[in-house]
């Protein structure tokens, strides 16, 4: 076991405070998501189990999935192959990759995304129409998909929608939108049998309730809003991360984050989603300038701007350090700019609504989180850790990514995952392996942090577990969160009581959501400290060198008190 110095494991609540649930219902598989693995899952759950259950925290189409614009990877091309895929990926990963969940990933990708046509994803064609297939960083062969130019996971999503919404009269299965799920509910054996939920609305689905099945699956995306500046949309407060913890599952790779070396950079102070300049462009041919404007790529690294995405960030954040600047520049204009409109269309609009010309002049871009390579540790059908509970897309960490992901495999892993665990979990729902079990109460204790601590928490993980970390940034970071009070509800009920504590906040989804980027911060820092090298999105400062000794997984657990374990 690695203890991270001499802070010692951190105790974390295994439980949010919340109000007793009102209602209940039940189905045989609830899906927590959206995006294009929890639809995918869903979809392919539907005509399989008797009843499932999706339930998503926004609108259908508010998932992540929409704001992805490259692409998605598979090796279509009759010169390409899964073998090349593979390669590409396990490069990418910085050597801890699990290849046998790469070889599912690369191997089944291409009949999962003919798939997708299949029901009605409709992808940019080439001359002789085909799919139309292009290259970004880290690949070497033309093998990304796109639709739209540069709106790939709005198409995915508009189509995997639609599928959806032409069933939702099916009484085998029911959508519950406006929902945040709040924990993974268990059995007295530790099994998943349901979750707790907070429904936005009117009628019997109003406020708290529970959900009980015999298999959950998490997907529900990835951990942005831990961080001050992220792509990631307003909700991905990593929920799904937090309350699988919380529910006993192990997690993995927590530490390698993908900070996306080019978003737009919008000023010092800018905080919440940020737009994306998609990797496609560098794709195409743009090139990375310093503010002296000065080419900084091709000294750094042979694939240039089309380096692995860990390799950019990092070379751009040192050159920001040499020139004294706050952003870099992407320069695009020798491109044309009728090529670029056609290619780019989300993108240049997006650019003119803020004032910058893509096609005449460079655009200010800087790091910022993006992806999240790690999450709950899940084998080749999806399982976690514990019993029931499934895990697909960002939310989980299957090995693929390893260190660092690939360019346009995430939308890839969701897609194929998504259809093994769904497959999964109805053979052995039909086998009656796995059965809906009676929630029993967890021990641990529960949590509330108040909402007005969540720029705090997200200036603190910034400093502390962003793009260039070291021992003492992470140490402080760490004394830091462990400072950050988790009692709010306490606050509550004395208070009522004429007892006033100096801290009050209700049970609600900004507190559960605050809550839940606590926990994520607390222990990808801790994860972060026990690295001591450098890897794929892991940079520190102090060990700048990657160390064959730790070509390996680190996991975090909470024990039944909720004491942190870090091996």
Known sequence: MTRTDLLGPPRLARNL????????????????????????????????????????????????????QGGIAAALDPDDSPAAHLADTLAAGG?????????????????????????????????????????????????????????????????????????????????????????????ADGAACGVTLHVRGTG?????????????VLATGGIGQTYRSSTNPAAATGD??????????????LEFVQFHPTVLWLGTGTKGQLPLISEAV??????????????????????????????????????????????????ARHLGAAFLRARFPSITARLLELGIDVTEEPVPVAPAQHYHSGGVVTD???????????????????????????????????????????????SRVADGTLRRG???????????VPAAARSRIQSIASAGPGPIRSADGLRHAATRLAAVRTDAHRGSTLAAAGMPSGVVAEPQAAEWETTNVHQVATVLTHAALARTESRGGHYRADFPAPDPAWARRVTVALDADGVLDVR
């Open 17 to 68: 405070a919340a109000p007793d649930p009102g209602w209940t219902t039940t189905a045989d598989a609830i899906v927590v998501g959206s995006g294009i693995a929890g639809l995918t899952a869903a979809l392919e759950l539907r005509t399989r189990v008797p009843r499932v259950l999706l339930v998503t925290k926004g609108q259908l189409l508010s998932g992540s999935t929409v704001w992805a």
């Open 95 to 187: 050597g801890v990759c699990d290849p046998e969940a790469v070889e599912v990933l690369v191997t089944e990708g291409p009949a999962r995304v003919r798939e997708l046509v299949a029901r009605g994803a409709v992808f940019d064609t080439a001359p002789g129409g085909g799919i139309a297939l292009t290259r970004e960083g880290g690949h070497h062969a033309d093998r990304i998909a796109h639709a739209g130019g540069d709106a790939t996971g709005a198409e995915i999503a508009r189509a995997l929608v639609a599928q959806i919404e032409a069933v939702r009269s099916d009484p085998g299965i029911e959508v519950v939108e406006n929902a945040l799920v709040l924990d993974v509910l268990t059995t």
């Open 204 to 216: 019997s689905r109003d406020g708290v309730g529970r959900a009980l099945a015999a298999a959950v």
């Open 240 to 253: 799904g991360t937090a309350a699988a913890l919380r529910a006993g599952a192990v997690l993995g790779d």
């Open 282 to 331: 560098r794709g195409e041919g743009a090139v990375l300038l310093d503010t002296d404007g000065v080419r900084f790529m091709p000294a750094v690294h042979p694939m240039a701007e089309l380096a692995p995405r860990d390799v950019v960030a990092h070379a751009i954040v040192r050159r920001l350090a040499a020139t004294g600047s706050d952003h870099v520049l992407l320069d």
């Open 380 to 426: 080749l059908h999806g399982r976690s850790s514990v019993e029931g509970l499934y895990a697909v897309g960002e939310v989980a960490c299957t090995g693929v990514h390893g260190a660092n992901r690939l360019a346009s495999n995430s939308l890839l892993e969701g897609l194929v995952f998504a259809h093994r665990a769904a497959h999964d979990i109805a």
């Open 438 to 448: 009676e929630p029993a109460v967890r021990s641990g204790g529960s949590a509330l």
